[in-house]
């Protein structure tokens, strides 16, 4: 599994097979791609995505519990591990 960070125009967190799921998993949760997309969404660690998908509150505006972080990090589903706060 990979992960990918994207910040413009919306933040998102992104676990996914490859750069084209995480790019879907983005335009479904957060944003039409307007040209920039494949550009702005970079790979990253997974040590740095677990740090910040820990350290970031979740809906209810407590961190998300550390069992719930490693769950989801090592788990074999695509998804959203985070998005950006304004589109909530």
């Keep these: ?3 990918f960070e994207v910040s413009n125009p919306y ?3 992104i676990k996914a097979n490859t750069k084209e799921k995480a790019m879907e998993l983005y ?3 957060s944003a039409d791609d307007e040209g920039d997309l494949s550009k702005e969404l970079i ?5 740095y995505a ?5 350290r970031a509150p979740g809906e209810d505006k407590n961190l998300v519990p ?3 972080v490693l769950k989801d990090i ?4 695509e ?3 985070l998005t950006d706060g304004d589109l909530l």
């Design 1 to 3: 599994m990979k992960f």
């Design 11 to 13: 933040y998102s967190l």
């Design 27 to 29: 335009k479904k949760d």
């Design 43 to 47: 790979e990253v660690g997974e040590i």
């Design 50 to 54: 677990a740090m910040r998908y820990g």
């Design 66 to 68: 550390l069992k719930e």
């Design 74 to 77: 090592t788990s074999d589903e």
């Design 79 to 81: 998804m959203v591990l």
